[in-house]
Each structure stands twice: as structure tokens, then as C-alpha cells.
């Protein structure tokens, strides 16, 4: 354990007014400033662990009552922190919590940096660095799927995997190193009657390329995506973004060319943010206003994730169409056909010959046919045509996506170099260096400004 000699403090829930607010302490001073500060008829003396008691802060100062409080003493290493923790629960509000702040200070603690916290209970060995990532996430989570995959990587199932790996590991290594110990002549050491060194290390490569594979979903749940929808003017894309928010946001008339501006919202489908755009419909004509809006719509597009291409069904295709779908090639793209409620001019086999392999979809943005199927496509494109993983364990971290390639690189060159004959200790070289990038995702041999950089993105308090 690492001791902190100094004791730091913030308020841990958001600034304004709320029924409670909590000023979190964590260090040495946390039972002295306890000692300063709270006063209460029934706790008098020792406090308890882990127990709740009712009483009020003083100021040392002028002996007057600031609040009344509940608090928590959490005596380390059984804490958050694994140091001592006291916790503050007073009133909310943009004041109170900010004058208790003050005074824990006053009575020997220091302003807590972002994540500070957190990092103290890394540093003391309570979680590993990828757990204390997944405290973030789950702060940081807007949806039930976000939060499912935080809690799980909170609760150690990545780290698990991460260790099962890294014993492997250690078993090829210390095969590699006793061959180099005694002879060099059998350049596939065999660890078992059927196996060898290189089928290992292929079963290895194999398991971190499939939690590799979970990354861009991961990264789906939690960051969302964005999507665009575009199309010329009047084929119904303000009326979509509308059914799809489920209210009237974007204006939406007969007139070709009423949307000028982008309008940008975000909806959840099954558990992905989709951020999306209503855009100015496509036209070479129009003026100086509506060209500018048309500007956006490529700009737009070209940032997406997504483009849902919206044609009208009621009247047959245009160059203007055309236009669009030309100028989408090479983007994930949904294909939607609207006004389905009206006879269709629009066939399958057209659309097949302009977007070959894309298959379109009939919806009514003005009576809501077709929308369920929409946002299903709309989720099953998003995962390239994937259902979405029945593991639990999803990398929704691009450091530990980083970190588990360099791993499976170094592994396969120690393959390489084991398979073409070279001395067995080119091979342990490679295996170590595999082993600790597959270390840097737990920490432990961390560098200090990587460290650094991961808690500061984190919230004060936390
Ligand atoms: N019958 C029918 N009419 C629709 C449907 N969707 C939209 N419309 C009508 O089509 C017209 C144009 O709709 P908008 O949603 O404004 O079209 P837009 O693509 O946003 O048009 P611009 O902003 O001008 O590019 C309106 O009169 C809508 O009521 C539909 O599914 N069926
Ligand atoms: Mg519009």
C-alpha cells in the first residue's frame, strides 16, 4: 500500500440545488478533521466504522452550527480510497456544500484533483487500472446497455480474462526460458504430448482477437453514433426525424426546400445513441440560403458514422437522387423508400442497380409504417449485420484496444521467430514484451503521466 501523507477532499455530487450534498474526504487527517468539525449529542468519542451518525458541523472558528449532517467514517484499508474516508452528507445547494468544503480544509485537508480519489484506491491495490476506468464509464453511461458493460468491466470480468491470458503467457515464457536453459535443439519446445509452443501462442492470438473483434461494438454503446439523414428535397426527412424523436422538432411543409439549417437530436435504439441530423434537402438549384445549408449536408456526411438515404416512393427516381446516392458510396449506409402509404413508382430492382447489396426499406414517416423495422436496420447496420455480442465482455476502451494489439503483435512475431528455427530466446524476448503490454491494462507498471492523463478526464469527487 502507498500511503498518502497528505488528506484531500471535494464535494462528490454536482454543483446546485438538491436535497443532499456530499463532501468526500480521504486520508490520514480524515478522523481528526471528523474530530474538528462534527459535533453530535449521541456520538460522542470514538465513531464506529462504517456507521451513519446524526449530528452537526461546526465552525472551530466562531462555535457556530453550519449544517446539519449525517456522516460516515470508512476507516482504511476497508474504504473506497483504502485510506481513512469521511463522508459528508449535508444539505444541498449551491452554498452549504461548498462551506463545508472550506472548512475541511481549513481543518487539514487539500482540494481533491479530478479523480483523485479513485486513483488513490488504484494505487492502493483496491481496483486495477481497468476497473478504475470502468467507474468512469458507468458515471459516464447514458444508456442500460452502457452501464451493463461498465458494471461488468467494474466487477473484474475483463481483468479475469486478462489474467487467464497473462497466465498463459507466463507458462510459454517459462517453457521458452527452460529450453533456453538446456538445449536449443528443439526449436518447438512442446509443453504437452500433442501440443507445441506455436499452437499455444495461436490459441492465445486467437482469444485476444476475439475480444479485439467486440471493440467496435463496445465503442457503439458507448460513445452512440451519429447518423444523417439526407435525401433531396421533400422526400419526408424532417417527417422522419420527427416520428423517429416522437415530436414535432423540425418544421415540415409541402414546399421543397423548407429545411435550411442542420438539426441535430438524439434517440435510443436499444441501447446505442443515435445522434441525428435533418439535414437541407439536395438540389442544384435554390438560393444562396439554400445552398448553404447544402454545403452542411456534405460536411455533415462526411463526419457520420451513418447516412440514412431517403428516397420518395410516389414519384420515380430523379438525378437528384442519383446525386445523393453517388455521393454516398463507401459510407454505411440505410436505405429507406418513404411515402409508402402512397402507390409506389420506386421498384426494388431500380434502387438494387443504383446501390447494389443495400437493401431498401418501405416506410411511411407520416403514418409510421416501417419505423420499428427502420430502427432496427438502423441497429443491425450499426453492428455491421452482427446481433450484437452474447459475451458480457466488450472492450469499450480504445487504450485497452491499444494496448491488447501491441500484446498479440509481439506474440506473433515471438510465433514467427519460433516457427523459422531462431534461438528460443528471441522467441521469451517477444513473450515478455507481449506480457507487459497485456500489463498496461491493468496497471501496475503504469508511467506516472499515463496515469495522469486516465484520472484527469475523470469528475472531481470521484
Ligand atoms: N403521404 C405521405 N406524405 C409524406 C410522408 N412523409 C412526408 N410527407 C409529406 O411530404 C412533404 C415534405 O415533407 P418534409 O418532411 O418536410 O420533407 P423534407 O425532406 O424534410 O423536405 P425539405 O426540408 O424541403 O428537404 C410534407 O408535405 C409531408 O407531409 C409520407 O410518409 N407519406
Ligand atoms: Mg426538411
Not at 475480444?211 to 460513445?223: I, P, Q, V
Request: charged share 25%; with cysteine; aromatic share 4%.
Amino acid at each position: 500500500m502507498l500511503a498518502h501523507d497528505d488528506t484531500i477532499a471535494a464535494i462528490a455530487t454536482p454543483p446546485g440545488v438538491g436535497g443532499i450534498g456530499i463532501v468526500r474526504v480521504s486520508g490520514p487527517n480524515a478522523g481528526d478533521i471528523c474530530r474538528a468539525l462534527f459535533k453530535s449529542p449521541v456520538a460522542k468519542g470514538f465513531l464506529q466504522s462504517h456507521h451513519l451518525y446524526h449530528g452537526d458541523i461546526i465552525s472551530p472558528e466562531t462555535g457556530r452550527v453550519i449544517d446539519e449532517v449525517l456522516i460516515a467514517l470508512m476507516r482504511g484499508p476497508h474504504s473506497y480510497t483504502g485510506e481513512d474516508v469521511l463522508e459528508i452528507h449535508c444539505h444541498g445547494g449551491h452554498l452549504i456544500p461548498l462551506v463545508v468544503l472550506n472548512e475541511v480544509i481549513k481543518a487539514g485537508g487539500r482540494p481533491a484533483q479530478p479523480g483523485e480519489f479513485t486513483k488513490r484506491a488504484y494505487l492502493n491495490g483496491r481496483m486495477d487500472l481497468s476497473q478504475a476506468e470502468a467507474v468512469m464509464e458507468l458515471i459516464a453511461a447514458r444508456t442500460d446497455r452502457g452501464r451493463a458493460l461498465a458494471i461488468f468491466g467494474l466487477k473484474g470480468k475483463l481483468s479475469e480474462q486478462l489474467q487467464s491470458i497473462r497466465s498463459d503467457l507466463i507458462g510459454i515464457l517459462s517453457s521458452l526460458e527452460s529450453t533456453i536453459d538446456f538445449n536449443e535443439e528443439d526449436i518447438s519446445p512442446s509443453p504437452g504430448p500433442d501440443r507445441t509452443l506455436p499452437d499455444d501462442m495461436d490459441d492465445i492470438i486467437t482469444r485476444i482477437t476475439s475480444l479485439l473483434a467486440t471493440y467496435r461494438e463496445g465503442k457503439l454503446f458507448r460513445d452512440g453514433l451519429t447518423a444523417v439523414i439526407t435525401g433531396r428535397p421533400n422526400v419526408g426527412k424532417s417527417s422522419l426525424l420527427n416520428i423517429l424523436l416522437g415530436e414535432r422538432r423540425a418544421i415540415v411543409t409541402p414546399i421543397p426546400g423548407t429545411t435550411r439549417d442542420f438539426i441535430e437530436e438524439t434517440i435510443n435504439i436499444k441501447g446505442i445513441l443515435v445522434t441525428l441530423t435533418d439535414t437541407a434537402g439536395v438540389r442544384k438549384s435554390g438560393e444562396a440560403i439554400e445552398q448553404e445549408g447544402i454545403a452542411f449536408v456534405w460536411e455533415k456526411v462526411l463526419a457520420a458514422d451513418m447516412v440514412i438515404i431517403l428516397i420518395d416512393g410516389s414519384v420515380p427516381l430523379t438525378e437528384e437522387d442519383v446525386e445523393v446516392i453517388d455521393r454516398n458510396r463507401g459510407k454505411r449506409v440505410v436505405l429507406a423508400v418513404n411515402k409508402s402509404d402512397l402507390p409506389h413508382r420506386v421498384t426494388g430492382a431500380q434502387l438494387d442497380e443504383l446501390i447494389p447489396g443495400v437493401k431498401p426499406l418501405w416506410i411511411s414517416a407520416k403514418y409510421g409504417d416501417g419505423i420499428d423495422e427502420l430502427k432496427e436496420r438502423i441497429y443491425t447496420t450499426a453492428l455491421d449485420g452482427g446481433e450484437g455480442s452474447a459475451t458480457d465482455v466488450i472492450l469499450t476502451n480504445l487504450r485497452h484496444k491499444n494496448a491488447l494489439e501491441k500484446t498479440a503483435a509481439s506474440l506473433a512475431t515471438a510465433h514467427a521467430s519460433l516457427s523459422s528455427g531462431d534461438s528460443p530466446e528471441l522467441a521469451a524476448f517477444d513473450v515478455k514484451e507481449a506480457l507487459d503490454h497485456l500489463g498496461d491494462i491493468v496497471g501496475g507498471t503504469t508511467a506516472e503521466d499515463v496515469l495522469d492523463r486516465i484520472f484527469s478526464t475523470f469528475c472531481v469527487g470521484k
